[in-house]
């Protein structure tokens, strides 16, 4: 028999309420945090969160709590689903008030400019050790509109201790919801950001009418991109292939459901970067991951053509068709090239 708990899940977006539906059905008792009041009456009153799930009714045991702090009175589990840009701030929130020892469920994607810090790092620069007890990380092929119906899906959690990654594997998982261990986080963290880059330029191609040809390409090269950089900075190849890799990967640059794959899809219609953030409504993570991911090209000295095509995109106004010509132009090479190279990067560590 499971052990049921309180879970916190700090986040009320479309993933955050999808994992809470999770949990909720998992018979866990959940807490769901939003700093709009109006959000959280009509999660408690109507069991809806129709602005980012519409049409879904919610679990009666999901209760949408307005105060963080006291969303996390007595919990010793949180789910941290809110954008990259917010974490610190969120974080620095939780730790003028909390006590006792936390295990972060971290669930977003993302890279911070200009530090280059994973969120795994984020959150250790900002909780004391004393009211930190675990970070995992939960991560792969999942749209939260498909989880809030219950369609099978399957992800990864990932931990610098595999019994606490065990532990939210048993919380999670039931038979929509499957969840598996890995436990390479920096690898799973960096394919789950990086990919968000590659369907941003999988949009761009399919909003300029390039066609299925054109879309695989940019997959398959975005899957060497982020495995070149990823091992560099010391994860296992092998997670790559995985569902935090190309799993990820293949359901992000294909679906309309991706956030990411629509922004870059209005980039290639014509429409600028300002009027794409301010249509979608909704945090586009692959935006600032794509000057992350530039930056870290640039440390790492590894080379990141799409990447860097779409950086000069996003932020130095180039023209999206031109930027996909530039990468089809591209100097030949040859295709094994790039897993030679990371294996000899493996060897020579």
């Known amino acids: ?9 700090v986040g009320a977006g479309s993933w955050g309420t999808a994992l809470a539906i999770v949990l909720a059905d998992n018979d866990h008792r959940v807490r769901l945090w939003g700093h709009k009041e109006e959000l959280m009456k009509e999660i408690n009153e109507k ?34 689903a809110v954008p990259t840009k917010a974490i610190r701030e969120v974080l620095r929130k939780i730790v003028a008030f909390q006590k006792t020892p936390l295990t972060i469920v971290h669930v977003s994607k993302g890279i911070e400019p200009d530090t280059l810090l994973r969120i795994s790092e984020m959150i250790e620069e900002e909780m004391p050790a004393n009211i930190l007890r675990d970070i995992v990380v939960l991560s792969g092929p999942s749209h939260a509109e498909e989880v809030s119906l219950r369609h099978p899906t399957t992800v990864t959690v990932s931990s610098k201790n595999m019994e606490a990654a065990g532990s939210i594997q048993d919380l999670f998982m039931n038979q929509h919801f499957r969840v598996y261990t890995n436990p390479d986080v920096i690898g799973v963290e960096i394919g789950g950001a990086l990919k968000n880059i590659i369907a941003l330029a ?7 009418g390039y066609g299925d040809n054109a879309k695989a390409a940019l997959i398959t090269r975005g899957l060497a991109e982020i495995a070149r950089l990823g091992t560099k900075m010391g994860a296992n190849p092998l997670t790559f292939s995985g569902l935090t890799g190309i799993g990820d990967l293949i359901v992000t640059c294909t679906s309309v459901h991706s956030r ?33 991911a530039y930056q870290l090209s640039e440390k ?11 950086y000069h995109v996003l932020f130095h106004n180039e023209s999206p068709k031109e930027a996909v010509d530039e990468l089809m132009a591209r100097m030949k090479t040859h295709e094994m090239e790039d897993l030679v190279n990371v294996l000899e990067d493996r060897v020579n560590e």
């Open 260 to 292: 990411n794959w629509r922004a870059g899809n209005m980039l290639g219609k014509g429409q600028n970067l300002e009027e794409v953030l301010h249509n979608m409504g909704m945090v586009v993570e692959g935006v600032r991951t794509t000057k992350a």
């Open 1 to 9: 028999m499971k052990k049921k708990e309180t879970v916190a899940v």
């Open 47 to 80: 069991h809806t969160n129709e602005k980012y799930l519409p049409n879904i009714s919610l679990p009666t045991n999901i209760e949408g709590i307005p105060s963080l702090e006291k969303a996390l009175n007595g919990v010793d589990i949180i789910v941290m």
């Open 202 to 208: 999988a949009g761009i191609s399919d909003g300029l």
């Open 300 to 310: 790492y000295k590894v080379k990141m053509p799409i990447a860097k095509v779409l």
